[in-house]
Every structure is written in C-alpha cells, then in structure tokens.
C-alpha cells in the first residue's frame, strides 16, 4: 500500500580538450529519484553543470575561469500538523494489518496513514546555487609572481508548504474534520545567499649567494556576505 518500486537515475556527461594555449573542462548531470512511497508526491531532482578554462594568454600571464551550477527540487508529503515525513517510517510499521482502509462510505481511513500522504499536501523544496571564479597569474619577472582571484556564489532557496484539511466519514457517513489537519494554510519562504571573496598575493623569491634562499610574501583578502529572507502564510484557504 505504501511503498512502492523507487527508481533513481542518474546521467553523467563530459567534454574535455584545448591545446598548448587553451584547455577546457565541461560537464553536466541529471539525478532523478523516484522517491519509495507510491502515494502522495515522494520525488526528488538534481541538474548540475560545471565549466572551466584555462588559458595562457603570454608566456607570463593566465588565466583561469570556473563555473558550477545545480539546481534540486525535492517534494515530500507534508501530512499533518502531528506528524512529518521523517516520522511517517516510524509510523507506518506501527500500523496494525487489521486497519482498514476504505469504510463503506468510501473514504479513505485516517489512520490508515493514506489519506495523510495522499490528500493533506505536500512540501516543495527548490534550491538554485552558482559559484563563479575567476583567477589570473602573473610572472612580470624572473621569481616574481603575482596572483590574484575573485569568486562569488548565489544561493537561492525556496519553500512551499500545502496543508490541507482533509475529512473522515461517522457511522452514518456524514463528514467529520480531521482535527489534525487544521486550520489548512499555505506557507512559502525565499532567501538569497550572497558571498564574495577577492584574494591578491605576491610572491618574490631570490637567493643570496648560493647557500641562502629568500621568499616574501604579501598579499590581501576581503570577504563579504550577504543574507536576505522574506516569508508569508495564509490560514484557512
């Protein structure tokens, strides 16, 4: 009744090549998971994306550029205001094999868990992430190297939750609310996460004599990050 077939598919691609100048790197995947519960919405999916290029532009500069992208959107039965989907395994198993399902007025037994999985909603989860990086090294002179990369990421996730009332029949097959499941309300949240960071360093390497080898370094590295929120629920829809 509960559990069904779950299938997961997961495709990769890649393609690489360049040449003394110029190299790249590309690739791509798909994750698809049908989730284990045959009723209610029990999915998850994933599409990833990579990219990066090197180049050396001189025979003393290069640079460097590196992209990655995913996005996953998972959905799971929300249930009830008791319960969640974590529990739902714990619960399942404590169900005894006496409980029906239907009554004969046809409707779904609450505690049969069914109805729960199956009508009282479901949570979305939907999550976009890209990370962007770009480098650059520098040799201006015979032991000096200047290097320097900036990098930024975006995060971006978003929740909805459906909770809906669903009902139960009395013995004379009028409906009786699920206490449970109430007040029904949709719930939605959104935050963006932002992070940069930017690192410049030098390197100057020399020897002294033959015996004695020197290394300075200096270099300078700032970091910001940024996060911003909004939600909004509404009861009894």
């Known amino acids: 009744v509960y559990y069904g077939n779950g299938h997961r598919y997961q495709h990769n691609i890649s393609l690489s090549g360049g040449n003394k100048g110029v190299t790249f790197f590309l690739s791509g995947g798909l994750v698809d998971d049908d989730g284990v519960l045959q009723i209610g919405k029990d999915n998850y999916r994933r599409y990833n994306a990579n990219a990066k290029f090197d180049a050396s532009l001189t025979k003393w500069m290069k640079l460097i550029f590196n992209t990655r992208y995913y996005n996953t959107t998972r959905n799971i039965p929300t249930l009830d205001n008791q319960g969640n989907y974590e529990g739902l395994f714990a619960q399942i198993p404590r169900t005894p094999p006496s409980q029906y399902l239907t009554s004969p007025n046809g409707v779904t037994s609450l505690q049969s868990k069914v109805a729960l999985i199956r009508d009282a909603g479901n949570d979305n989860t939907i999550i976009n992430d890209i990370v962007q990086k770009f480098a650059t090294e520098i040799n201006p002179s015979k032991g000096w190297t200047i290097n320097a990369d900036f990098a930024i990421q975006f995060t971006h996730n978003q929740f909805t939750s459906t909770n809906l009332t669903i009902y139960q029949d009395n013995v004379a097959g009028g409906p009786v ?32 004599a033959t015996k004695h080898h020197f290394s300075i370094l200096a270099g300078y590295q700032q970091e910001n990050a940024k996060f911003s929120q909004l939600s909004a629920s509404r009861n009894t829809l």
């Open 177 to 208: 609310v699920a206490a449970s499941t109430t007040p029904s309300f949709v719930a939605k949240s959104q935050d963006l996460n932002t992070y940069r960071t930017l690192n410049v360093y030098s390197t100057y390497k020399f020897d002294a």
